[in-house]
């Protein structure tokens, strides 16, 4: 049974979690508005309709990779926040620019499913890329913050924990970097590393809970 001490500090950030809860769960929704009823006027022929539908494919690819990706960087806060038991300024602050960064995965997914098909793909794309560079920049800082006053992390967690959590993030930023960097030659192959990035991020976002 959890002392009365650790049940105070999770109080702590409880509203800052709850906070973020919400903001993802909007970021995830707005997506959904890209995905839009072809107009056909009133003669519907089923044909016409299932081609048109078909055209929006770039659409389709779009929401599914930016929901997923807004999802798995929900789960990956919500591990860290298991974690961090204690906010000051820093974790505050930190929290707000990864929202805000959130937010912001709308947009570049907009162009990615207007402009995917087109001449301005590797423009897009490199857009794309470029916002997850900065989104697993925005994790690393907030971890970084926590670390550096150990009093805001759970009592109790190991150091080999702690280096865990951070190697986990770190390593993936050289990736995203040279799949930014990718973009503007091979921008197909440069999303593919994007994508392949955050299934192991899902797979490997249990080692934040190490020692738990």
Known sequence: MKDKEEL?????????????DGVFAIAMTLLVLE??????GEAVVPSVLAAKLMAQWPVYIAFVISFFSIFIMWVNHHKLFKQIYRRNTGIMFANGLILFLVCCVSYPSSLLAGFYDTDSQQLVISIYTG????????????????CRDRKLLRPGLTEAAILGIRN????GLPTYIAAFILSFYFPVSALLICVLLWIYWAISSKKVLINR
């Open 8 to 20: 105070m500090v999770e109080k702590e950030t409880a509203r800052i979690e709850a906070f973020s």
């Open 35 to 40: 995905l839009r009823v072809p107009e056909l």
């Open 131 to 146: 916002m997850f560079v900065l989104v697993n920049l925005s994790y690393n800082l907030l971890w970084f913050l926590a």
């Open 168 to 171: 986990n993030y770190l390593y």
